[in-house]
């Protein structure tokens, strides 16, 4: 469980890491506490999955990958557990996840985000995936977005405080 | 995944930094200057060119991924099927919820897909039952039951 010093940590470094040579002892100084604790309290949240990696996050976009489409597959329950990580290790795919259905509207139950440059080659990893799938789907989807309507970060409140906080969904 | 004309001016070191910081960065005393080594660069060069890479957008952060649903929040994905002459009336008062995290057009009947990020789990439930009574259309909501380890990792 995170306690309130935990908290300080995430609402600090939910910005970023700060690009100093000693970061985690800057941000021992704003919190008050010693380096040697802001190290071992992000390794303890690293460890219990709080905190999923320190690492880089490229814009996809900008790296030219500019088609992003949402695949979704109509897999039956008991088999979702052995589909899932075939599809979430392939190398286009960012977030995997099952979600409920939702009869007759939406019968789909897992969805993996794939990218390409193009729709064409998105479009390519979605029948990469159908083939792979083949046997155990034979109902899925490809969704394009064509609009971004609102893109704002995540927020955690602290000290009456918000920021941005980039956490995957 | 193949190198791509299109990209930003990117050289072999920003592309290298990119590929190894993708996948985690130490918890050390000067961890630029470990990854620094790691890369063949000096921890300067290193803390410059990540700034860069920021300020140019190529990285959209730089730091801890937070894994949202164990800070205590609501987090899920909620999608609509709104007519098309009612699409921008319902936008609006979707994206005036500031829960409403991201907004997205999708082509499919389902055409409205947002994410839901809140303070506390049940406030995802009041926040649906709001935008339906605001909008008068059904949102059906689809939170994840389970999440499929992805590598995550964008060789560039």
Redesign the interface.
């Known amino acids: 469980m995170m306690d309130a010093i935990d908290r300080q940590l995430v609402v600090a470094t939910q910005g970023g890491l700060p690009l100093v040579q000693h970061p985690y002892q800057q941000l021992a100084k704003d919190i008050g506490i010693s380096s040697e604790a802001v190290m071992a309290r992000l390794q303890n949240m690293l460890d219990s999955g709080i905190i999923r990696r320190i690492a880089a996050v490229p814009n996809h976009y900008k790296l030219g990958y500019r088609a992003n489409g949402m695949t979704v597959w109509n897999i039956p329950d008991e088999l979702v557990a052995g589909a899932g990580p075939m599809v979430a290790e392939q190398d286009y795919v960012s977030h995997c996840y099952q979600r409920p259905r939702h009869l007759p509207a939406w019968p789909y139950n897992l969805f993996a985000m794939v990218h390409g440059r193009d729709r064409a080659e998105a479009e390519s990893h979605y029948h990469s995936i159908a083939a792979m799938l083949d046997g155990v789907c034979d109902e899925h989807q490809i969704l394009f977005s064509t609009r971004i309507l609102k893109k704002s970060g995540f927020r955690i409140r602290a000290q009456q405080q918000q920021q941005e906080n980039s956490a995957n969904v | 995944?193949p190198i791509?004309?299109?990209?930003?001016a990117m050289d072999d070191i920003d592309r290298n930094?990119?590929n190894q910081?993708?996948?985690?960065?130490p918890?050390?005393?000067?961890?630029?200057?470990l990854a620094a080594e790691q890369l063949h660069i000096g921890?300067d060069e290193l803390?410059q060119r990540?700034?860069a890479?920021?300020d140019?957008?190529?990285?959209?952060?730089?730091?801890?991924?937070?894994?949202?649903e164990?800070?205590?929040?609501g987090?899920s994905?909620v999608?609509m099927?709104i007519p098309e002459h009612d699409f921008e009336r319902v936008?609006a008062i979707?994206?005036s919820f500031d829960q409403?995290?991201?907004?997205?057009?999708?082509?499919?009947?389902?055409n409205?897909?947002?994410?839901l990020?809140t303070?506390t789990a049940p406030e995802i439930d009041t926040v649906i039952a709001a935008i339906e009574e605001k909008t008068r259309y059904p949102a059906?909501?689809?939170?994840?039951?389970?999440?499929?380890?992805?590598?995550?990792?964008?060789?560039?």
């Open positions: 995944m791509l004309a299109s990209m930003p930094i990119l910081l993708q996948r985690g960065f918890i050390a005393e000067q961890p630029y200057k921890e803390l990540l700034q890479m920021l140019e957008g190529v990285l959209t952060r730089f730091g801890p991924m937070f894994h949202a164990h800070l205590g929040g987090l994905l999608a099927a936008a979707v994206n409403v995290a991201h907004n997205y057009a999708r082509e499919h009947e389902l409205m897909w947002f994410v990020a303070e059906y909501n689809m939170p994840k039951q389970q999440e499929f380890f992805v590598g995550l990792h964008f060789e560039v």
